[in-house]
């Protein structure tokens, strides 16, 4: 996995690709697949959805932390940039 800093981290959730939201209540350890999500402002900082009918939803709430992973398609599916993005 490459690094990048965290102003543009965002960028990579544009156009909408699947992400993988990872939650632990301090008991158990879940992970859940979301494919709406939404850029706020010009910043780092996205929305996600999900609601009481999921069990991340109460983990999210009790701690407030989760870690987000961006799944990206092969470069072959997408525009790659003629210049890689260097690590953070």
């Not at 960028?11 to 699947?18: A, D, R, W, Y």
């Not at 939803?57 to 009790?62: G, N, T, Y």
Request: aromatic fraction near 8%; charge should be positive.
């Amino acid at each position: 996995m490459r690094q990048m800093e965290l102003s543009r981290v965002f960028t990579l959730i544009e156009p909408g690709p699947v992400v993988l939201v990872t939650t632990c209540d301090g008991n158990r350890n879940n992970i859940m697949t979301i494919s709406w999500t939404m850029v706020l402002d010009f910043s780092p900082v996205f929305a996600i959805t999900t609601g009481a009918w999921n069990y991340s939803f109460a983990a999210l709430q009790r701690t407030r932390e989760c870690v987000v992973a961006v799944v990206l398609p092969p470069c072959s599916a997408i525009h790659c940039p003629s210049q890689p993005i260097r690590p953070a």
